[in-house]
Structures are given as structure tokens and as C-alpha cells.
């Protein structure tokens, strides 16, 4: 779906203020300072990454050195156990689900469940006074047999139990909100909860009911009133990042 790379492989030593990493270089390279080099990194994830925060780990780092930037370096992906007693690549770039969304909307890839798609606007104003904005929206096209427009909020995840995603990862009046407004849509507009699901060993979705029962029960009663939920599954490597298909939805995480 979309090309990344390359990405170098490295080691994690900590992170803090959630927006800095500390990083062992292990690959050399152009441009790259001598393995061994401890370099900052910027986090782009400011939540508490749970399951995937892994001290001493190997991680992947993008080295884009600019003027405009503080950092030369961004975490892109950490390694992190797997659904089957083996290790698995995380995006832990929150910035990287809506350009991945997008393209798997203009590949068509998304039209047996949307419809085909004529047009389609980022950060579009929403919600009660308009002070929300919606992470994409879409025109149908004209063989569209659904003509509503369609709201489609994405939500990075990257928590999981087994083969079971699972967002949030924390109590998250944002997203509680999020849930609000897109009921509120309802029935003149589509609104669609996209899990951007950035780890190839899960196939199923839920709710986080450990970490915000509140979101939870939001999203039972979304699920109720007509909110679609797609679960969007994707492989990500060094060089790319790779579509898998849609995972099953489930109201409830299990045991809660």
C-alpha cells in the first residue's frame, strides 16, 4: 500500500517526555553515524504504547536530517511478541494510519464495504459547533448505491491479546467523543470507525473494555445505532507496508 523505506534496525534503550526515544544504532550506513551511536529519536506516539514499549528491543528508525527539523531521526516500528509465540513488527507512527487509509480507499480495496468513491477530503470541520474535525471524508460516486456522505474516523492500533486488537490502550475522552459524534451523524451521513489494525498477527477487533470500560460501552451502543466499524488489518516491513484485509469485529474484549 504504501513504500517506507528502507528502514534501519536498531535498539531501543528508553523513552521518555513521550515524545523522545533514546536509540542504539546497530545498522552503518550513508549518512548514518557509526553503529554503536546513541542518537534521540522522535517519538511519534504519545500514548502509552502498551504491549509494544520494549526496552532493549529492536526497533526501526527513519533518518531524515532537515534544517526545519529538531531531530534527524523518527521511531517508525517497534518488535514486539507475537500472537503465535513469535515476534511481530508495530507501527508505532501515529501519522502514518490516515496516509495508509487513504491509499487503501483510492486503491479501491475499501469499495465492497464503502462502495465506490468519488472524492475524498482530510480534517474535514464536524461535530457540535463544528469544533472536531473528521479524519476523512467521502463523496460516493455516482454508481454509489449509498449516497450519504461518508465520515470515516481512524484510529491507530496497535494493543493486542492474542490475536485480538484492542483500542485504546488508555482511558481516552477523545475517543469517547469521537464515538459521540459519529452517532450524532446518524442517519443522514455513514459514520465509519476505521482501527487502523498497524500488526499483521491479529485478525479480530475490540473494544479496549480493560483500559476505558466508558469507550467501551460507547462503542457497543455505537455498534448499535448503526456506526460500521472497519477494522483494517496491514503488514508493515523495512521497505513497505502491506494490506491484509478486514478483520472480524467483536462488541466486547474478552473477559470484560
Same mark, same amino acid.
Given at each position: 500500500?504504501l513504500?517506507?523505506?528502507p528502514?534501519?534496525?536498531?535498539?531501543?534503550?528508553? +523513552?521518555?517526555?513521550r515524545?523522545?526515544? $533514546? *536509540?542504539?544504532?546497530?545498522?552503518?550506513?550513508?549518512?548514518?553515524e557509526?553503529a554503536g551511536?546513541?542518537?534521540?529519536?522522535?517519538?511519534?506516539?504519545?500514548?502509552?504504547? /502498551?504491549? *509494544?514499549?520494549?526496552?532493549?528491543?529492536?526497533?526501526?528508525?527513519?533518518?531524515?536530517?532537515?534544517?526545519?527539523?529538531?531531530?534527524? =531521526?523518527? =521511531?517508525?516500528?517497534?518488535?514486539?511478541?507475537? @500472537?503465535? $509465540?513469535?515476534?511481530?513488527?508495530v507501527?508505532?507512527? /501515529?501519522?502514518?494510519?490516515?496516509?495508509?487509509? +487513504?491509499? /487503501?480507499?483510492?486503491?479501491?480495496?475499501?469499495?465492497?464495504?464503502?462502495?465506490?468513491?468519488?472524492?475524498?477530503?482530510?480534517?474535514v470541520p464536524?461535530? !457540535?459547533n463544528? +469544533?472536531?474535525?473528521?479524519d476523512l471524508l467521502?463523496?460516493?460516486?455516482a454508481a454509489?448505491? $449509498?449516497? %450519504?456522505?461518508?465520515?470515516?474516523?481512524?484510529?491507530?492500533t496497535? =494493543?493486542?491479546?492474542?490475536d485480538?486488537?484492542?483500542?485504546?490502550?488508555? *482511558? /481516552?475522552?477523545?475517543?469517547?467523543?469521537?464515538l %459521540? !459524534?459519529?452517532? @450524532?451523524?446518524?442517519? !443522514?451521513?455513514?459514520?465509519?470507525l476505521l482501527?487502523?489494525l498497524s500488526?499483521d498477527d *491479529?485478525?479480530?477487533?475490540?473494544?479496549?473494555?480493560a483500559?476505558d470500560p466508558v469507550y467501551?460501552?460507547?462503542?457497543?451502543?455505537?455498534l @448499535?445505532?448503526?456506526v460500521?466499524v472497519?477494522?483494517c488489518?496491514?503488514?508493515?516491513?523495512?521497505? @513497505?507496508?502491506?494490506?491484509?484485509?478486514?478483520?472480524?469485529?467483536?462488541a466486547?474484549?474478552?473477559?470484560?
Amino acid at each position: 500500500m504504501l513504500k517506507l523505506g528502507p528502514l534501519a534496525e536498531d535498539r531501543l534503550i528508553r +523513552r521518555y517526555k513521550r515524545f523522545l526515544a $533514546d *536509540v542504539e544504532l546497530l545498522e552503518p550506513g550513508p549518512g548514518r553515524e557509526p553503529a554503536g551511536t546513541e542518537v534521540t529519536a522522535h517519538c511519534p506516539n504519545t500514548g502509552p504504547m /502498551t504491549g *509494544v514499549l520494549h526496552p532493549g528491543g529492536r526497533v526501526r528508525l527513519r533518518h531524515d536530517p532537515s534544517p526545519a527539523r529538531k531531530l534527524a =531521526w523518527t =521511531w517508525e516500528q517497534a518488535e514486539s511478541p507475537g @500472537a503465535s $509465540d513469535t515476534t511481530v513488527w508495530v507501527g508505532v507512527n /501515529t501519522a502514518l494510519p490516515n496516509k495508509l487509509v +487513504r491509499a /487503501t480507499i483510492e486503491a479501491g480495496l475499501l469499495d465492497p464495504w464503502l462502495g465506490p468513491i468519488d472524492a475524498i477530503k482530510a480534517e474535514v470541520p464536524y461535530g !457540535e459547533n463544528r +469544533r472536531s474535525r473528521i479524519d476523512l471524508l467521502l463523496t460516493p460516486a455516482a454508481a454509489n448505491p $449509498d449516497q %450519504r456522505p461518508i465520515y470515516v474516523e481512524v484510529k491507530n492500533t496497535t =494493543w493486542s491479546d492474542g490475536d485480538l486488537a484492542l483500542f485504546p490502550d488508555t *482511558v /481516552t475522552e477523545r475517543g469517547q467523543k469521537h464515538l %459521540r !459524534e459519529l452517532m @450524532a451523524l446518524l442517519p !443522514e451521513a455513514r459514520p465509519v470507525l476505521l482501527p487502523c489494525l498497524s500488526r499483521d498477527d *491479529v485478525t479480530r477487533f475490540a473494544p479496549g473494555d480493560a483500559a476505558d470500560p466508558v469507550y467501551g460501552a460507547l462503542f457497543r451502543q455505537a455498534l @448499535a445505532a448503526g456506526v460500521e466499524v472497519l477494522p483494517c488489518r496491514y503488514r508493515l516491513d523495512a521497505q @513497505a507496508v502491506c494490506w491484509l484485509g478486514v478483520a472480524e469485529v467483536a462488541a466486547h474484549q474478552s473477559g470484560h
